[in-house]
C-alpha cells in the first residue's frame, strides 16, 4: 500500500517570509497524483493544489507552488508572502491512478507569525 | 451547495454501544471515502466506495463496516464501539477521474467512554 510522510509536525514562518513544508510518498505505480489540503480550525478540508505524476511541470496556485520530484518521490508545498490566514494544518495526499484510493500523511501544522 | 453532509457533528457513545454515521454528497459523484482523524496521525482511510455497490477495506477498517446504499449516500457504523475509536471521522466525494480533488464534509467527532 502507498505511504505517505511528512516528516514535520510542526512549522513556523514570519508574516510575509516563504516557508516549505516537505512530503515524501512510497508508491510503486506510475500514475497517481497528488494533492495538498489545508484544514484550518474549523476543521473544513480545503485543496491548495494538485500534480498529476505525468506531468513534469510543477503546479502553481498564486502564492502556492511546489516541488515535484518524481525520482526522489517527494512533493513539497512552498508558501511565499506568508499570510496570518495561512496557519492551519497542511495535510499531502496521494490518489492512485489505478483506483481510487486515497492516503494521506500525518500533516504539518503552520504557525504564522506577525 | 450543500456538498458532502455528515450527521450527527457531534457523539457521546459509551463502550460497546452500536452507531451509524450517517454521509450523503449532492454532487454525482461515484467515489467516496470515511476517514478518521488522529492527533499525530493525519487521516487514515477506512473504507472507499469507488461506485454504486462496491466498497474496498483500507487501512483501518477492523470495527467498522459501510453501506453504500445508493449514489449519494454511504454509511458507517460501529457495531461495538471501543474507546481506541474515539476519533474525529470524515466523509468525503469525488467524481470520477483521478486529478479531482476529494471534497469534505464538516466531520463528526465521536467520543467513546
Known amino acids: 500500500a502507498q505511504t505517505v510522510t511528512q516528516s514535520q509536525p510542526e512549522m513556523s514562518v514570519q508574516e510575509a517570509e516563504t516557508v516549505t513544508l516537505s512530503c515524501t510518498y512510497d508508491t510503486s505505480e506510475s500514475d497517481y497524483y497528488l494533492f495538498w489540503y489545508k484544514q484550518p480550525p474549523s476543521r473544513q478540508m480545503i485543496l491548495v493544489i494538485r500534480?498529476?505524476?505525468?506531468?513534469?511541470q510543477n503546479a502553481t496556485e498564486n502564492r502556492f507552488s511546489v516541488n515535484f520530484q518524481k525520482a526522489a518521490k517527494s512533493f513539497s508545498l512552498k508558501i511565499s508572502d506568508s499570510q496570518l490566514g495561512d496557519a492551519a494544518m497542511y495535510f499531502c495526499?496521494?490518489?492512485?491512478?489505478?483506483?481510487?484510493?486515497?492516503?494521506f500523511g500525518a500533516g504539518t501544522r503552520l504557525t504564522v507569525k506577525p | 451547495n450543500a456538498g458532502v453532509t455528515q450527521t450527527p457533528k457531534f457523539q457521546v457513545l459509551k463502550t460497546g454501544q452500536s452507531m451509524t454515521l450517517q454521509c450523503a454528497q449532492d454532487?454525482?459523484?461515484?467515489?467516496m471515502y470515511w476517514y478518521r482523524q488522529d492527533p499525530g496521525m493525519g487521516l487514515r482511510l477506512i473504507y472507499y466506495?469507488?461506485?454504486?455497490?462496491?466498497?474496498d477495506k483500507g487501512e483501518v477498517p477492523n470495527g467498522y463496516n459501510v453501506s453504500r446504499l445508493n449514489k449519494r449516500e454511504f454509511s458507517l457504523r460501529l457495531e461495538s464501539a471501543a474507546p481506541s475509536q474515539t476519533s474525529v471521522y470524515f466523509c468525503a466525494s469525488s467524481v470520477e477521474g483521478f486529478n479531482t480533488e476529494a471534497f469534505f464534509g464538516q466531520g463528526t467527532r465521536l467520543t467513546v467512554v
Open positions: 495526499a496521494y490518489r492512485s491512478g489505478n483506483n481510487n484510493d486515497m492516503r
Open positions: 466506495s469507488a461506485s454504486e455497490g462496491t466498497t
Open positions: 454532487m454525482n459523484h461515484n467515489s
Open positions: 500534480q498529476e505524476a505525468y506531468k513534469q
